[in-house]
């Protein structure tokens, strides 16, 4: 168990809707990372969060937006959703941002599908 | 830009033999390297990483990387694969541990 914790962890949607993602990190860690893992684009970072504020952005569509709350949970929403959006979601924490001795912990990942 | 390329999607290879699982990155400035696991519905578990010091890395569960500056690579490998060894192994490169970017995977399959 990584301490990461993502829910839900299935998700079926239909095409349009909009769905979020949570994630709780781990106990002490100040930023959260989002990535996208499917099987024709792989494992893509999306979004980093450090203590509330974006840090760093990846290939995460204009359609999708992150936060990150004061207890330093974060949320992924994803919007108007259409059936390439079918992916595995995974969140990341680590304790600081840009230090060398930083180990991002994964979670287990929300497995999301649009029919 | 980062980049990293794994060679071979899919490897086999008898318990008890050799793993080598290949990786080579592109990166403009000199890079932080990882090796991450993933086993069946599971997250990404961190297997070892390369953050400029030693360049022969060890790592949890017998497995090793060596960081060859002259070759961009970092090959994953370990001496004796165990069944529970069977997972997908993903490469990536990071140049301010903000970003990382992966391979595409390598699927081990280990043979009795």
């Known amino acids: 168990d990584s301490g990461v914790t993502q829910t839900p962890k299935h998700l079926i949607t239909a095409t349009g809707q909009r769905v979020t993602l949570r994630c709780s990190p781990r106990?002490?860690?100040?930023?959260v990372y989002w990535y996208q893992q499917s099987l024709d684009q792989g494992l893509q970072f999306l979004i980093q969060y450090y203590n509330g504020e974006e840090r760093a952005k990846g290939n995460i569509l204009e359609r999708f937006s992150a936060q990150q709350f004061p207890d330093l949970h974060s949320e992924l929403n994803l919007s108007s959703l259409e059936l390439g959006d079918s992916a595995l979601y995974f969140c990341?924490?680590?304790?600081?941002?840009?230090?060398?001795?930083?180990?991002?912990?994964f979670g287990q990942g929300t497995r999301l599908t649009v029919v | 830009a980062q980049s990293v390329t794994q060679l071979g999607s899919h490897v086999s290879v008898s318990e008890g033999a050799l793993v080598l699982l290949r990786c080579n990155y592109s990166?403009?400035?000199?890079?932080?390297l990882f090796w991450y696991v993933q086993y069946p519905n599971q997250g990404l578990q961190l297997l070892l990483k390369?953050?400029?010091?030693?360049?022969l890395v060890k790592g949890i569960n017998g497995f090793e990387a060596e960081f060859k500056k002259s070759e961009t690579s970092f090959h994953l490998t370990k001496p004796s694969a165990h069944m529970s060894d069977a997972a997908e192994y993903f490469c990536a490169v990071s140049e301010n541990f903000n970003k990382f970017y992966f391979g595409s995977g390598t699927k081990l399959n280990v043979k009795p």
């Open positions: 990341a924490s680590s304790v600081g941002q840009g230090a060398s001795n930083t180990e991002a912990f």
């Open positions: 106990s002490g860690d100040l930023s």
């Open positions: 390369y953050t400029s010091a030693a360049t």
């Open positions: 990166s403009s400035v000199p890079p932080y």
